[in-house]
């Protein structure tokens, strides 16, 4: 948009949406109409872990990341 006051218009209007959902959700978490569910203490498995840190590892960006060092 080149406008300036309609690109700021529309940005305010973004940032009060998102904050209105937010006071939405935390009046319905209040409220008993949306729980947030409880995770267990332990959600990470071993395998999991070394699962991700091969994925990381062998990202292509990885790869580029660890030998500029």
Excluded: D
């Amino acid at each position: 948009m080149a406008n300036p006051q309609l690109r700021t218009i529309m940005q305010q209007g973004a940032i009060n949406c998102s904050e209105q959902a937010y006071e939405v959700w935390q009046y319905m978490n209040q409220s008993g109409y949306f729980q947030v569910p409880a995770m267990k203490k332990m959600t990470i498995n071993i395998a999991t872990i070394a699962t991700m840190k091969h994925l990381i590892l062998h990202h292509p960006m990885a790869l580029i990341y660890f030998s500029q060092r």
